[in-house]
C-alpha cells in the first residue's frame, strides 16, 4: 500500500488509471478486514456487563485506543491512497467507467470505517488521524462521481446516523458536513437525503448532534442560498 500511495503522488494521474482497476478488490478486502478485526478486538476487550448492553461511561467502550495493532494502519494506508488516487477521478470521458467502478467496489468499506469510532476515545491521535484520511477518502470519492454516485455516497454515510452511538452518529455527520463544504452545490442532488436524515436528529439526547446538525445546516443554506427550516419540519 505504501508504493501505490508512493505512485498516486509521484505519478499523478497514470497511476491511478492504471492501478485502480487492479487494486480496487484488494484494498476493499483489506478494508473489510481492517474494519472486521478491529470490531472483533472492541467485542473481546470491552467489559462482559457492557458486552451485553453497550451502556455505562463513554470511557468504558473506547477499547480500541490501546488496541490499534493491525487494523489501524491497514485502514489508514488505504484510506490514504484512495483520498490521492480518487482526486484525479472524473465521471466524464474514457476513463469514467474506471472511477464509477472504483467507487462501487469501495463505496460500502470505505463507510463502514464509521463504525469504529464508537470505540475510539475522541480526544486521541488514533480518532483525529482516522477521521482525517476518512473525510478525505470520502470527499474525493463523491467529487469523482456523477449524479447517482453523490447521492449513494450521502445516502450510505448518513444511513451510519442511525446509530445507537453518538460517537458515530457525530462522525457520520462530520463527514456529510465535510463534503458540503469542500464540495458545495456540487452536491446539491442530494439534498433531499440530508434534510430526510437530519431531520430526525434535531432533538437528539446528545447536545453535540444538534450543534453539529445546525452547523451543517448553516453551511448547506449557504451554498444553497435558500432555507431549509420548513423542509426539515416536514
Not at 467529487?143 to 454516485?149: L, V, Y
Not at 462530520?174 to 463544504?181: G, L, Q
Request: aromatic content about 6%.
Amino acid at each position: 500500500m505504501a508504493a501505490l500511495t508512493t505512485l498516486a503522488v509521484e505519478a499523478e494521474g497514470l497511476a491511478e488509471e492504471l492501478l485502480m482497476p487492479l487494486a480496487n478488490k484488494d484494498i476493499s478486502s483489506a478494508l473489510k478486514a481492517s474494519h472486521s478485526v478491529a470490531l472483533r478486538l472492541a467485542r473481546e476487550k470491552l467489559p462482559r456487563k457492557k458486552r451485553r448492553t453497550l451502556s455505562g461511561s463513554r470511557t468504558d467502550k473506547e477499547v480500541l485506543s490501546s488496541q490499534s495493532w493491525w487494523w489501524y494502519d491497514v485502514a489508514m494506508a488505504c484510506l490514504n491512497f484512495l483520498g490521492l488516487a480518487f482526486k484525479q477521478g472524473s465521471n466524464s470521458g474514457p476513463e469514467a467507467k474506471v472511477w464509477a467502478e472504483s467507487f462501487e467496489e469501495l463505496l460500502e468499506p470505505c463507510v463502514s470505517i464509521l463504525d469504529v469510532f464508537e470505540f475510539l476515545a475522541v480526544d486521541d491521535a488514533i480518532c483525529s488521524g482516522l477521521a482525517r484520511v476518512l473525510q478525505s477518502a470520502l470527499v474525493a470519492m463523491t467529487a469523482s462521481s456523477a449524479e447517482d454516485g453523490v447521492k449513494r455516497m450521502m445516502q450510505a454515510v448518513l444511513e451510519k446516523t442511525r446509530s445507537e452511538d453518538a460517537e458515530v452518529v457525530l462522525m457520520a455527520l462530520r463527514c456529510a458536513h465535510r463534503i458540503w463544504s469542500d464540495l458545495g452545490i456540487q452536491v446539491v442532488m442530494s439534498l433531499s437525503e440530508v434534510v430526510m436524515y437530519t431531520s430526525e436528529l434535531q432533538d437528539h439526547e446528545d447536545s453535540r448532534v444538534e450543534t453539529e446538525v445546525k452547523a451543517m445546516v448553516r453551511t448547506i443554506e449557504d451554498c444553497t442560498g435558500e432555507s431549509l427550516h420548513d423542509a426539515m419540519k416536514t
